[in-house]
């Protein structure tokens, strides 16, 4: 077998599997069809609770202060994810409520978009 034979017999092989990996819907590209956009919110030392149901959230720190954040479960000591100033995180998971809340004594700021 030659080599282009061989190149022939690999990219129709390659095309039936793409093919029946897309009909089978293993590949789909992530689509909403809204999404929700907060420009500037203030964070204080108590929590926030937010209604935003989505699926993908994106969450920037714009303050110079962290923010502790979780999704569908209060802010506790022990169960949250930081922020730092001037970072965002993009946290691709389906949620109903988004809670936030700065350090203790601290007021910071943040900008959210959520896809839903």
């Known amino acids: 077998m030659?080599?282009?034979e061989l190149f022939n017999?690999?990219?129709k092989s390659l095309g039936i599997i793409?093919?029946?990996i897309e009909e089978e819907g293993v590949l789909a590209l992530l689509?909403?069809?809204?999404h929700k956009f907060i420009p500037?919110?203030?964070?204080?030392?108590?929590?926030v609770k937010l209604d935003l149901p989505g699926s993908l959230y994106?969450?920037?720190?714009?303050?110079?202060?962290?923010?502790?954040?979780?999704?569908?479960?209060?802010?506790?000591g022990s169960?949250?994810?930081v922020i730092f100033p001037g970072e965002y995180v993009l946290?691709?998971?389906?949620?109903?409520?988004?809670?936030l809340k700065a350090p203790g004594g601290f007021k910071s700021r943040v900008r959210i978009e959520v896809l839903k």
């Not at 689509?31 to 809204?34: F, K, N, V, W």
Request: positive net charge.
């Open 40 to 47: 500037e919110l203030e964070v204080p030392d108590t929590a």
């Open 9 to 11: 017999f690999l990219r």
């Open 2 to 4: 030659s080599s282009i």
């Open 31 to 34: 689509s909403t069809r809204d």
């Open 91 to 99: 946290v691709p998971r389906i949620g109903e409520k988004l809670y």
């Open 18 to 20: 793409i093919k029946k």
């Open 79 to 81: 169960e949250h994810s």
């Open 58 to 76: 994106k969450i920037k720190v714009i303050g110079d202060i962290p923010v502790y954040y979780n999704i569908d479960r209060p802010v506790t």
